[in-house]
């Protein structure tokens, strides 16, 4: 099994889903494409930062994504 991702956008919304993930023992792996277009010295999209998580436990997230996505 491999990583998939569930969400991208903008690193506060990216931290809030990430937290909620984790309190439900949830290993969540970011992709900061802000911080990596910075240091490379290019500009950066809003829509930059990614998070991914196992495949196998999308059942257990899922439920915490979609209530994250009808909050904000």
């Keep these: 099994m491999g990583l998939i991702k569930i969400f ?3 690193e506060i ?3 809030q889903l990430k937290d909620k993930l984790e309190s439900i023992d949830l290993n969540v792996v970011i992709k900061d494409n802000i911080q990596s277009a910075r240091l490379g010295g290019f500009g950066s999209a809003d829509l930059a930062v990614e998070l991914f998580i196992q495949e196998t436990d999308f059942h257990k997230a899922n ?3 979609e209530a994250f ?3 904000i």
């Design 8 to 10: 991208s956008g903008s």
């Design 13 to 15: 919304l990216a931290l």
């Design 63 to 65: 439920p915490v994504i």
């Design 69 to 71: 996505r009808m909050s």
